[in-house]
């Protein structure tokens, strides 16, 4: 009856939208939504839900798509899940929830995600106003969420949504984290979190931006102020460098910095403030979905040519893999099992650089198998933009700033996984804050246990 | 938020304003900065704090018109709110247990250094300023350090204030006569503390300096203003702005200063304004 793939979905021409910030997947109508709805089997054990840090009842919204009740499925979706628009469209499905569907192993699995998004874009599209009613009555508890990305929007809404007063920190000017700075609006439009700003205020979560929790506050002196619980969902914002010669040339970019001047200060448009430099070759090292973007992005930004350089092969990127498929498409070259060794340049500016190549030896500590270095074969690209996408740590201020919270060695924050509590009471953290750079639905997920632990901590002083 | 409530011109680019700021007033320490920005989508500019007051709960900043934003911020106004006020950042100046030293600021690197001379003096050190410029009026702070100081001495270019040359020349001269200071601050263009690190080398006195290089957030987010300390890539946002003199690799930091003049140029043309 039904198809052994997906049903496909509408995207930009590549060549077209290369050229442009445009978002690159356009999504499905509600025709096709209800077609690839029916691929469905609707498993009892529903092993898909297995796949979802944070347990949505994937059969259950898709058996109302299948029926067209849309906004049905959509409270569904997002009685578990506050941001559907956006794990819809950066969720890493294959590893999650499609990697357990039961019709991916004869054939493609069921496009839960595509499906996810096509239900909340359908019912947020709508001017939508808070019913009163769902709105609990306010109780006589404070809690100061730390950081505005993924774990933190999911952390305050869910404490807003039961009364709790909540004061969302958020460190620059605009409220997201990696959705904003991180994310390219050709993946995840910026107008999103705009909406999920909306929501928060009419939930009535007081956001104050321009405010560096460990600098413009210390968390003791939020306690001071009279916050009876903190969660801190700083992120992972520090880049890695490789320390490899020539990385202080002109020319060098952390991803995040390349990213944040395009996504967040908008350094794409002719008239933006913040500058970015016009770029004829440009390499990008790492094979993650921030090298993707970097990648993808540096090709939109009019370079000539853009080549991700990855000391592994191509089987074991680490990109979701819609988007190795899109940049791929977008003319991004790949040079799989080179590493690079040095940045070579005129004293001033970036002109190469040098890679050894690379084989798989044995598999390591993480599974994959481990890339080691062929002596004497080395071959030098010639590029004046070189951005280094290896991987973030967790940023140090709240641990240099806040005596006696536990850290790992790595700079993650120890956490009671169970709960999401540090070592100091009342205080709680989640995503990449404590695991180092991971996805945006595990950040959720930590956001999530982490409020309603603290939900538990104020119903038992009850 | 963000009210301007006093403004001062110092010399043709060079102005203050008294900006009323609680928190960041309340939590800022002597080496700190804040960043600002001045319109919806404008530049995150990162600016010195030269002067704080807790109990008024403002900040004081002191502005080099050069660029397209501080340029703008030049016509801000008493009463003005400026849109956005992220701070302070980066680590403290480390200031504790020292009895003797000497202070070295160029230009507007003199702002920033005058909180550090204070704290000390407050704290009992003695101080000797030595400060320089193009020439008198770009000697700025100059009461304010007369005042905490117990001894100073001025370098112009043009002689109209003090000696006729660099603030090398008179540290030079200061340092035969007595290298017993515990302490320099050398705050200013990189090619000064560059050229006072080369002197207080020669007497291994500790010399600490304030980076200001390009940044974009400011909270160790875009490692652009990464600098070499030592061997050791450090972080002037988070780890700085404050650094071991001589363990610093000015070439390479005079090097990543001008990444962006070509387009920064291309938008004062484009806005009309000039140098």
């Known amino acids: 009856m039904s198809s052994l793939v997906k049903t496909p979905i509408h995207e930009l021409d590549p060549l077209v939208r290369n050229q442009t910030f445009d978002e690159v997947v356009t999504g499905y109508t509600l025709e096709e939504a209800m077609k690839e709805a029916n691929r469905c089997l609707e498993c009892k054990h529903a092993p898909c839900m297995k796949g979802c840090p944070v347990n949505v009842r994937i059969p259950e919204f898709i058996h109302e798509v299948k029926e067209g009740n849309i906004q049905k499925a959509y409270e569904i979706l997002v009685s578990e899940n506050r941001l559907p628009a956006i794990c819809g469209r950066v969720c890493p499905q294959e590893n999650q929830c499609e990697g357990k569907c039961v019709r991916g192993i004869k054939g493609e699995p069921v496009a839960i995600g595509r499906l996810e998004r096509f239900v909340a874009d359908t019912v947020e599209g709508k001017a939508q106003v808070l019913d009163a009613k769902s709105l609990k009555k306010t109780l006589p508890y404070k809690v100061a969420v730390i950081g505005s990305g993924p774990a933190g929007l999911t952390c305050a809404a869910e404490l807003a949504q039961e009364g709790i007063q909540v004061t969302l920190y958020e460190a620059l000017h605009k409220i997201g984290g990696v959705l904003t700075y991180g994310i390219p609006e050709f993946r995840l439009p910026k107008a999103l979190i705009e909406k999920e700003k909306d929501k928060l205020v009419q939930l009535g979560v007081e956001i104050k931006t321009d405010t560096l929790i460990g600098r413009s506050y210390t968390i003791d002196q939020l306690k001071e102020m009279g916050f009876d619980a903190v969660f801190i969902g700083s992120g992972a914002g520090l880049p890695r460098f490789m320390n490899i010669p020539g990385e202080s040339l002109n020319g060098v970019y952390s991803a995040n910095e390349y990213l944040t001047r395009v996504n967040l200060m908008k350094a794409y448009e002719e008239d933006a403030r913040t500058p970015i430099k016009k770029s004829g070759n440009v390499v990008v090292i790492g094979g993650g979905n921030v090298a993707m973007d970097a990648a993808r992005t540096a090709k939109r930004l009019g370079a000539d040519q853009v080549s991700v350089v990855y000391r592994r092969s191509l089987e074991e990127l680490p990109a979701r893999a819609e988007e190795i498929h899109h940049a791929m498409e977008e003319e991004i070259e790949f040079n799989t099992l080179w590493n690079p060794v040095e940045i070579i340049g005129d004293g001033i500016n970036v002109t190469a650089i040098q890679c050894q190549k690379m084989e798989l030896g044995e598999a390591d500590a993480s599974g994959r198998r481990r890339p080691v270095p062929v002596e004497k074969s080395y071959k030098e690209i010639p590029c004046d933009t070189v951005i280094i996408a290896i991987g973030q740590t967790p940023n140090p201020l709240i641990k240099m700033s806040t005596p006696g919270i536990e850290t790992y060695d790595f700079g993650g924050i120890k956490v009671n996984e169970e709960t999401m509590e540090t070592n100091m009471p009342l205080i709680y953290a989640g995503g990449d804050a404590v695991t180092g750079a991971a996805t945006v639905i595990k950040a959720m997920g930590a956001g999530k246990v982490a409020s309603k632990e603290i939900l538990k901590q104020f119903i038992q002083k009850n | ?275």
């Open chain 2, 1 to 275: 938020m963000n009210t301007i409530i006093q403004r001062k011109h110092w010399n043709e680019v060079v102005f203050s304003l008294e900006v009323k700021a609680p928190h960041v007033a309340m939590n800022a320490k002597p080496g700190q900065f804040v960043i600002v920005i001045i319109e919806e989508d404008g530049e995150r500019v990162p600016l010195t704090i030269a002067g704080i007051n807790p109990e008024q709960e403002t900040i004081t900043l002191v502005i080099q018109a050069v660029g397209y934003s501080t340029k703008k911020l030049a016509q801000f106004n008493v009463g003005d709110n400026i849109p956005h006020i992220l701070g302070p950042l980066g680590e403290p100046a480390p200031l504790e247990g020292y009895k003797k030293v000497l202070v070295v600021g160029g230009g507007v690197g003199i702002a920033p250094l005058y909180p550090q001379a204070k704290y000390l003096k407050e704290n009992g050190a003695t101080i000797y300023s030595v400060l320089g410029g193009r020439s008198e009026e770009y000697i700025i702070f100059r009461e304010a350090f007369e005042e905490i100081s117990d001894e100073y001495a001025y370098a112009t270019n043009d002689g109209s204030l003090g000696v006729e040359g660099f603030v090398t020349d008179v540290i030079e001269k200061e340092l035969a006569k007595d290298s017993s200071y515990d302490l320099v601050i050398a705050i200013g263009p990189l090619v000064m503390m560059k050229a006072v690190c080369e002197v207080t080398r020669r007497y291994n006195i500790k010399t600490n300096v304030s980076l200001n290089p390009i940044m974009v957030d400011g909270t160790g987010m875009c490692g652009g203003c990464r600098v070499t300390v030592g061997d050791q890539t450090r972080f002037a946002c988070v780890h700085g702005p404050d650094f071991d003199g001589h363990l610093v690799d000015f070439d390479e930091a005079i090097m990543r200063q001008g990444i962006y003049k070509k387009e920064e140029n291309h938008h004062c043309r484009l806005e009309g304004i000039t140098e």
